[in-house]
């Protein structure tokens, strides 16, 4: 079954304590993608890469690490997490450019950080 | 700076009703506009996109209206159904700084009774 599967679904954490969320996609989709959800806000952008080794920033990239060692995975890192990184992840992937097609998302990372 | 500006914020409707969604933007970069439908728990997932080289999209009961000169795009839901109560976001990408990335409004919360 084609999907983006992310983990884990839910955490909470403390303030500094580093975690990472992991992205995997089995699409061999180039193109792939982080955004926050917060009510009101909508989806926010984090970071997004357009293939192995190359990555870029969005809109709200302070606080966050991303890597793409491999086609498939795209992990967001967060080094030292603070409060107001507390949100909904979400990571996605389309098979090129946004502008091509679709793109698909996973079911998403409640985060909390107390 | 909001690239996509989405409303209303939310909506109610009768079953059977016409529900509308409107969006803009000032970017003439963007030429690639799609919506989402996102079901609580789920991650958002296509519902219906449109290119500038049309002016309508009919796919079942979900319409997508394009409006070049205005900046300004709507989706209409015909005959509303309960099984439609979703949050809905417009989005934009296109050429040049904006390729790699897809904006989002804030989202419409649609809620339709029975």
């Known amino acids: 079954e084609a999907q983006v599967t992310q983990n884990p679904r839910y955490l909470i954490t403390v303030t500094g304590k580093k975690l990472t969320v992991t992205c995997s996609q089995n699409m061999n989709h180039e193109y792939m993608s982080w955004y926050r959800q917060d009510p009101g806000l909508g989806l926010r952008q984090i970071y997004y890469?357009?293939?192995?080794?190359?990555?870029d920033k969005g809109d709200v990239p302070e606080g966050y690490k991303v890597s793409r060692k491999e086609k498939r995975n795209f992990p967001l890192i967060l080094e030292s997490p603070s409060p107001n990184q507390t949100s909904l992840y979400f990571c996605?992937?389309?098979?090129?450019?946004?502008?091509?097609?679709?793109?698909?998302f996973g079911e998403g990372s409640r985060l909390t950080v107390l | 700076q909001q690239q996509v500006k989405q409303s209303p914020q939310s909506l109610i409707v009768q079953k059977g009703g016409i529900s509308i969604i409107n969006c803009a933007y000032e970017?003439?970069?963007?030429?690639?506009f799609p919506w989402y439908q996102q079901f609580p728990g789920k991650g958002p997932a296509l519902l219906i996109a449109?290119?500038?080289?049309?002016s309508e999209k009919k796919e079942g009961r979900f319409t997508i209206s394009f409006n070049k000169s205005a900046k300004q795009f709507s989706l209409h839901i015909m005959d509303s159904q309960p099984g439609d109560s979703a949050t809905y976001f417009c989005?934009?990408?296109?050429?040049?700084?904006?390729?790699?990335?897809?904006?989002f409004g804030r989202g419409t919360q649609l809620t339709v009774w029975p």
């Open positions: 449109i290119r500038p080289d049309v």
């Open positions: 989005a934009a990408s296109g050429r040049g700084s904006t390729l790699g990335r897809l904006y």
């Open positions: 996605a992937s389309s098979l090129s450019l946004p502008r091509a097609g679709e793109l698909f």
């Open positions: 970017n003439t970069a963007f030429d690639y």
């Open positions: 890469s357009m293939n192995v080794e190359v990555t």
